[in-house]
Each structure stands twice: as structure tokens, then as C-alpha cells.
């Protein structure tokens, strides 16, 4: 079962870029990796999703290096409406019981 | 649009009173989820269903089950209630258990028990 880490919490400032990385040292072979935003009293939104090299979609950018240890979430020129809690979530073909969140990383925006 | 609905958002119910969450979706995904978050932790997983399937994570109290009739709707009962068990409660779905198949989440139900 991958564990993940992540940082607690990060501050910002609009128009910056923001890098989240998540630590998954036992990643399995078969594990992708999914990045969440939750905002407060809302459901998690799936933003990315990788399995090697990197990934990019309309809101953001997923780092994987070669060894998979590690995935960095790359939030170009954030606004405040990006401040929410960001989950790295690694989890493999087959077995839901892997769909557990790790602490997640607040992230906060400031003008 | 395809989505995951909640129902209610807001739920409130006397210690030792049963209750009943419900969650709908239109998107035809074979795997329903159920979450609990309490406050300022991440979310986690109570049981899920493939198709009629059903899943229970290991530590989930038997307090909590879980009914699902059909593809579109699955229901979460809490038998007794307790002031502990006071949370948001989410519901997500996928297409299947694989790890590059995404979750959708509806956006919760916050229990209140008094």
C-alpha cells in the first residue's frame, strides 16, 4: 500500500507558480498518481492524473521523475480562488481498498 | 451534466436515531464510494460497491452499512448515531476499481448529531 506525504501547508502569492510535491517511496509498478483540490464544504475535484514522465491539462502540470518516488503538482500563476487543500492519491488496478487520502496540503493564496 | 448528487446537504439527527444518506448518479459508473471527513482531516473510506459488490474497509464500525438497489443509488444508514459520528459524509463514483480511473464526488452530506 503506497503512503503518501505532503506537505501540511504552503502559502502563495496570485500570479505566482506553485509546486506541490508528494513523497511515494513504496509506489507499486501498477499504482497511478491523482491529484485532488477539495475546497471547504465541498466534495475533492480531480485535477490530474500521471503514471510516468509528465502530464499537463488546461489547470495544471504533473511531475513524475523516472523512479516514481515522488510527483510535484504545478499550479501555474495561481489566483485566490486556487487557496483549497490539494490530496496526492496513488493507488493501483483492482483494489479500491487503495483509495486512501493522504493528509493533503492546504494551500493558500494571499493577494 | 453527469453527476454525483447528495441528498440532503445538510442532515441533523438525535443521538441513537437512525439515519439514512442518500447519493445518485448519472454518469453509469460500475464503483460507488463512501467517505467520511470530519473536520480538517482528510477523507476516508468507509466501503464501496463494484456493481453489487459490496466492500467494507476493515476499521468501518458496524454501525454504518451501506444498500445500493440499483447502478444509480446507494444509500448510507448509521443504525445509532453518535456524537462521534458527526461529519461530512461523500459520496463518489468511478468506472472501475483501476488505478487511472478517476473519482467523482458529490459534495457531501454534514451530519449534525445532537
Known amino acids: 500500500l503506497a503512503k503518501t506525504t505532503q506537505p501540511i501547508s504552503m502559502d502563495s502569492y496570485e500570479g505566482q507558480e506553485v509546486n506541490i510535491t508528494c513523497s511515494h517511496n513504496n509506489i507499486a509498478t501498477n499504482d497511478y498518481i491523482t491529484w485532488y483540490q477539495q475546497f471547504p464544504s465541498q466534495g475533492p475535484r480531480f485535477i490530474i492524473q500521471?503514471?510516468?514522465t509528465k502530464v499537463t491539462n488546461e489547470v495544471a502540470s504533473l511531475f513524475i521523475p523516472a523512479d516514481r518516488k515522488s510527483s510535484t503538482l504545478s499550479l501555474p500563476r495561481v489566483s485566490l480562488s486556487d487557496t483549497a487543500v490539494y490530496y496526492c492519491l496513488v493507488f493501483s488496478a483492482g483494489s479500491a481498498r487503495q483509495l486512501t487520502f493522504g493528509s493533503g496540503t492546504q494551500l493558500t493564496v494571499l493577494p | 451534466d453527469a453527476m454525483v448528487i447528495q441528498n440532503p446537504r445538510y442532515q441533523v439527527t438525535q443521538f441513537g436515531k437512525p439515519v439514512t444518506l442518500s447519493c445518485s448518479q448519472t454518469l453509469n459508473h460500475n464503483v460507488m464510494y463512501w467517505y467520511q471527513q470530519k473536520s480538517s482531516q482528510a477523507p476516508k473510506l468507509l466501503f464501496h460497491?463494484?456493481?453489487?459488490?459490496?466492500?467494507n474497509e476493515a476499521d468501518t464500525p458496524d454501525n454504518f452499512q451501506s444498500r445500493r438497489p440499483n447502478t444509480s443509488f446507494c444509500f448510507l444508514d448509521i443504525r445509532s448515531p453518535g456524537l462521534g459520528d458527526a461529519a461530512m459524509y461523500l459520496c463518489a463514483t468511478s468506472s472501475r476499481t483501476g488505478g487511472d480511473s478517476p473519482l467523482h464526488f458529490g459534495n457531501g452530506t454534514r451530519l449534525t448529531v445532537t
Open positions: 500521471g503514471y510516468k
Open positions: 460497491y463494484y456493481d453489487k459488490d459490496f466492500n
